[in-house]
């Protein structure tokens, strides 16, 4: 194992576990205008997460959504990844 690699804290972390990251409020006049939650999730498997995924959205009301699935293709239906009530929908399979 090389020194680099030693004295390196990057680890493989649970796939199914969500991270939150909530950026505090952007101030232009001096007042607090909106607070912008942006999440970011490694899905691993939207297909038998679907639900799940959809309620940590839900519960974190976020502005923007960004997630990971290796596994998702054209058959993955968009109605699976998200509220399409809530939010647009960009994909890249």
Known sequence: MSDVMK????????SSVLYPCTM???KFTGEVV?????????????RS???ET????EERNA?????VE???DESTADC???DLDQYNLFRKD
């Open 7 to 14: 004295g390196s804290d990057h680890r493989i972390r649970d």
């Open 24 to 26: 505090p409020p952007i």
């Open 34 to 46: 909106k607070k912008l939650t942006l999440l970011y999730g490694n899905v691993n498997d939207i």
């Open 49 to 51: 997460k679907s639900e």
């Open 54 to 57: 959809k309620r940590w959205m």
């Open 63 to 67: 502005g923007i959504v960004a997630l």
């Open 70 to 72: 290796t596994w998702a």
């Open 80 to 82: 699976l990844i998200a």
